[in-house]
């Protein structure tokens, strides 16, 4: 079946720091992949999302490309800020599903010091 | 236009007793599903509706339940609470009925059972 794996978290990094949340996914067909961002408290929030190979989804300085090959989608941003803590979610929809069951990757906590 | 509300935000219930959590989508979204999110389960998929009618439904027990209504509004019933209920419950709308849609999120309803 369909499914997302993330690297486990926390990740804690210092502010203006590189960083890298890696995702893999197996799925049948051709997914749709997506971010989701939870800060603390509130609803998950789409960060960015990829229909197609080789498309390249990005908003608010993060980034992830659509890796067929790899079967990855992983995320980055080049100068992370203290705002930017919050737990990142990985998703696929399957591109064959007649209905749109959403698959979650378990999540990583990102954690940003000054 | 308006986000996904959820209504109530917090509830506070007692083990044996029934809840019942609403769900206003996006207007003009006909898609709603809910998902269950725990620290110890990550997010699960419980169901999604489309013009009232029920498209799909998770691996969870006759105790949850849900409907949609003609406006799109959705509700979800869990009766004979469990303390293992306790979770974030969030609601998601889309506009159609493709697989690919992006799904929105509502802040959630936190309920906790004693």
């Known amino acids: 079946g369909n499914s997302v794996t993330q690297m486990e978290g926390p990740v804690t990094l210092s502010e203006e720091a590189f960083l890298t949340i890696n995702c893999t996914y197996t799925?049948?067909?051709?997914?749709?992949l997506f971010w989701y961002v939870q800060y603390p408290g509130e609803g998950l929030q789409l960060l960015l999302k990829?229909?197609?190979?080789?498309d390249k989804g990005s908003n608010k300085g993060f980034e992830a490309t659509y890796r067929k090959e790899t079967t990855s989608f992983h995320l980055e941003k080049g100068s992370v800020q203290v705002s930017d803590s919050a737990v990142y979610f990985c998703?696929?929809?399957?591109?064959?599903?007649?209905?749109?069951?959403?698959?979650f990757g378990s999540g990583t906590r990102l954690s940003i010091r000054p | 236009k308006a986000g996904v509300t959820q209504t109530p935000r917090y509830l506070i219930k007692t083990r044996g007793q029934q809840v019942t959590l609403s769900c206003s989508p996006i207007?003009?979204?006909?898609?709603v599903s809910w998902y269950q999110q725990t620290p110890g389960q990550g997010l699960q998929f419980l169901f999604e509706?489309?013009?009232?009618?029920?498209?799909n439904k998770g691996n969870f027990p006759g105790r949850f339940s849900g409907r949609q209504f003609s406006n799109s509004r959705s509700e979800m019933n869990v009766s004979t609470l469990e303390l293992g209920d306790s979770a974030l419950y969030l609601c998601a709308s889309f506009p159609g009925y493709t697989s690919t849609d992006t799904q929105y999120f509502g802040p959630g309803t936190r309920l906790t059972v004693l």
């Open positions: 990829a229909t197609k190979a080789d």
């Open positions: 998703a696929l929809i399957s591109g064959y599903s007649s209905a749109s069951k959403i698959i």
């Open positions: 799925a049948t067909g051709y997914p749709s």
């Open positions: 207007s003009g979204h006909r898609s």
């Open positions: 509706y489309f013009s009232e009618t029920q498209r």
